[in-house]
């Protein structure tokens, strides 16, 4: 075998292992392993042929055959450290999210929301960096706000849902994913923005949560079933994810003025918590998973499936997303004294239990209230109610979460002069 053979068939060999590398970070680590084994394989096979021919030519030509054979060895040791780097990429969770996208992305999204238009060619860019096939865009509407969206885009395949919106929207795509297995991505574009918030997303920066709804680690969290029935005996079914309630919360949900909270934020909130704190307790019965019936007089009850609120206030520390429980508690001040004991508590991290503000964990929850209250589900008013069912259902809904850095070449890119024309047109 001519010496110039050898030479072209070692160029080879090189050129094989660079484009294994390369092409394996594109297709996978199953697909890169492979590649990376066949190229020792083809080394092995060639020392042996050197050797072989070693044997056959003369001295003259054993020299360059030797240092031929030597630099094989090199190649070979540079291929198993080629190798070792690839798994450890691979084994990252960066890059083995990078290689496992989910196939088929869609955005539901309330088109009336400020920065819905950049969102929508944010997301679409981020989609078509990462090599999938074109996000499919679906707007909510003022008779449904997500539901039927939701459907159509599982009808569809989607593996992942982003839901942008506020808490109304992500409420109502959450309800139908949970119990499938296509995943919630979430695009904070309300004013609570309650389950990104519990979920630790950076919700002011819009192309970091775009990204992780992209790029996110998916993870289970629990979402509750909620019946709802009223003075007239009809009942409504729905899903939370964060917070249902009875009392003031409710009653501060349904009054907080749209134009104070465009203006301020969540800030209005507290405007309208103000003017509700007057107010009488109302008798209600508990019942926990299934347990003896409780009398109590409350201003509020809540039932929880975590417990951050808007400004950062970790009204519930001990409710957790994925801890199969829901948290209960009850309201019942007499007086502003005792408003202000509430807000010390809440505002300082007291871990002291007072008579005031009673707590219990459950997986069952039925609330039969003498009178009706008005009720809210994730902030949202759901109108006045004299019964409440809840129950847990752990694991129930996969979500895209915060995870490592993106790549810049997969990362949703910053909005341009050229794509703000394409907005304003």
Known sequence: MPLELILAF?????????????????????????DVGQVQTEVRTMRGSVDQISGELGSAQLGELTDMSSRLKALDGRIGELDGQIHELTDAPLIARALEHPRKIALVINPIKQNADQVR?????AVRNAGLPDVTVYETTAEDPGQQMAR????????VVIAAGGDGTVRFVAEELAGTDTALGLVPLGTGNLLARNLKMPIQNLEACINTAVHG?????????????????????????????????????????????????????GEAGVRHLPGHRKD??????????QRRKVRSIMIANCGELTGGLDFIPEARLDDGLLDVVMLSPRNAFDWLRIAAKTALKINRTIPIMETHQ?????????????????????????????RIRPDALKVQTPAAAVPDSLAAPAMTEDDAEVVKD
């Open 217 to 269: 680690s998916t993870r289970h969290i629990d979402a509750v079933d909620i019946r709802l029935e009223r003075q007239d005996g009809q009942t409504v079914h729905n899903t939370f994810l964060v917070i249902a309630g009875a009392g003031i919360d409710a009653e501060v949900m349904g009054d907080t003025r749209d134009d104070l909270k465009e203006k301020a934020g969540w800030l209005a909130y």
């Open 284 to 293: 209600i019965t508990l019942s926990l998973d299934g347990g003896a019936p």
């Open 152 to 159: 159509d885009a599982l009808a569809d395949g989607a593996d």
């Open 121 to 125: 060619l944010q997301v679409s860019a």
């Open 362 to 390: 459950a997986t069952r929850v039925r609330v039969q209230l003498d009178e009706p209250m008005i009720s809210q589900l994730d902030g949202d008013a759901t109108g006045d109610v004299v019964a409440i069912d809840a």
């Open 10 to 34: 070692l160029a080879v060999v090189v050129a094989v292992v660079a484009l294994a590398f390369t092409l394996g970070l594109r297709t996978g680590q199953r697909r890169l392993s492979e």
